[in-house]
């Protein structure tokens, strides 16, 4: 049980390291909070909507994400797009987990 | 959707301090519905009561969801906790210093009449204060330090080891607004002290004199000097914060210069309400005449300066802190344009 326990927590960690690349990795086009939450989970990456409205608010207040709200459907939906800095940092995020999963695998091979 | 609305008002009331609460909740309300048409289309139902509670089930209790959005799920965060501690370790010393003072000479004054218990009583009094003064320090700094937290933005106060640190700094010669960490902590220990003995040891301000055994003391402060003490407070908490702000920075910069002119402005005030007002001392001839102990000729000349001495020393004050105020403001005009 403990053990379990510790490696939900493990498995945690390890998946909010790769949010925020994620999420700006998807936010080339528009997307909303829901749509995007299923468009991750469409790619195999399920994200809490606890963690990923949090984030998504604080990626815009850092300047990354821009977002607009837009009438759709009878309900007003926030839509998110990468912003001009989050596009300059975005190449350098990938290289950077580029590095970290080649390093990884060379540990655990 | 009524189920939906009351969700999203319980979260919206444990968002009152959150900034931009009203689009949270425009928001939660637009994925909620979103999920909540997603999953009746998915079951080929409509989107009933009982899919609003399921849903809401899984998305979490009104608390769970509001404190994903709270940027301050602490009291004092990680950026002010080190500061938090050096500021308490200071104050607790301070305060034990000042405690180990005030019963010192009220175990000197008092010394023929104190003898076993009454000596223990006198210590364990001493030791009650440190205990209620530390409980009280220790709140008042918690309160300050989580107004900090909330106010003061993250890029104005950095973690120290975020900071670039030079090892060749250790090779510079001291520069002119840098702050010594020592000068910084005596200034705050000394404010404790002056708290302390003004606030909670008036008692010990008097002039003392030894005779049937027993000594006698007389006030020293009238009320016309304790009617403005609250002043006197809030300029000391004050200084004790930006001296702690000092000891943090480790150099003198604009915000801190501008604080300091106006806390120094505020003591001019004080020291002119005292200036104008009743005298500060309740020594009077009569008063020094009635225990009929001390010599009339040092009585008459303890009653003349308490007569007159007050606005003479209130001008020293205003006159030594104005010349502070010039000296700051000359400081900040020759750094400003040398830097």
């Not at chain 1, 926030?78 to 590095?99: D, F, H, N, Q």
């Not at chain 2, 906790?81 to 370790?89: S, T």
């Not at chain 2, 607790?92 to 180990?100: K, L, M, Q, S, T």
């Amino acid at each position: 049980m403990a053990n379990n326990e510790s490696l939900d927590n493990v498995v945690l960690e390890l998946r909010r390291g790769v949010i925020v690349l994620a999420v700006l990795s998807q936010l080339n086009g528009e997307q909303y909070g829901y749509s995007l939450l299923k468009l991750l989970s469409d790619q195999g990456l399920e994200v809490d909507q606890g963690t990923l409205y949090p984030l998504l608010r604080r990626l815009e207040t850092q300047g990354l994400l821009e977002s607009v709200w837009k009438l759709e459907e009878a309900r007003p939906r926030r839509y998110y797009v990468i912003s001009a800095e989050g596009k300059k940092l975005l190449p350098k995020l990938k290289k950077e987990w580029a590095g970290i999963v080649s390093t990884m695998e060379k540990m655990l091979a | 959707m009524k189920l939906i609305d009351r969700y999203i008002a319980e979260v919206g009331k444990r968002l009152s301090l959150v900034k931009g609460r009203a689009d949270i909740e425009k928001e939660l309300r637009s994925t909620l519905e979103d999920m909540l048409e997603d999953r009746a289309q998915k079951a080929g139902k409509s989107a009933d009561e009982a899919r609003e509670i399921e849903l809401l089930k899984e998305y979490g209790t009104p608390d769970q969801v509001a404190a994903t959005y709270d940027p301050h799920p602490y009291l004092i965060g990680p950026r002010m906790y080190p500061f938090f501690i050096k500021i308490l370790q200071i104050v607790f010393f301070a305060i034990a210093i000042a405690f180990a003072v005030t019963t010192g000479i009220e175990i000197v004054t008092q010394a023929p009449t104190l003898a076993g218990r009454e000596f223990v009583r006198a210590i364990g009094h001493g030791l009650g204060g440190i205990i209620s003064a530390a409980v009280a320090a220790f709140g008042n700094i918690v309160l300050i330090f989580a107004i900090l937290e909330r106010v003061v933005p993250n890029k104005e106060f950095k973690l120290d080891d975020e900071k670039e640190w030079d090892p060749a700094s250790l090779m510079k010669e001291p520069e002119p607004t840098e702050v010594k960490p020592w000068e910084a902590i005596l200034s705050i220990v000394f404010i404790f002290i002056a708290l302390s003995i003004f606030n909670f040891n008036s008692q010990i301000l008097g002039i003392y004199t030894f005779a049937d055994d027993q000594w006698i003391s007389v006030p020293v402060l009238s009320d016309a000097f304790f009617r403005w003490l609250p002043l006197m407070n809030i300029a000391w908490v004050a200084e004790i914060i930006l001296y702690g702000l000092l000891l943090r920075s480790g150099r003198w910069d604009l915000p801190t210069r501008l604080v300091s002119i106006g806390i120094k402005i505020f003591q001019v005030v004080i020291a002119y309400l005292l200036f104008i007002g009743p005298s500060i001392f309740a020594v009077t001839t009569e008063s020094l005449s009635l225990g009929g102990h001390l010599d009339p000729e040092a009585v008459k000349i303890l009653g003349a300066i308490a007569q007159h001495g007050s606005p003479i020393l209130m001008g020293f004050i205003i006159f030594v802190t104005i010349i502070d105020i010039i000296k700051t403001v000359y400081k900040l005009i020759t750094q400003r344009s040398n830097s």
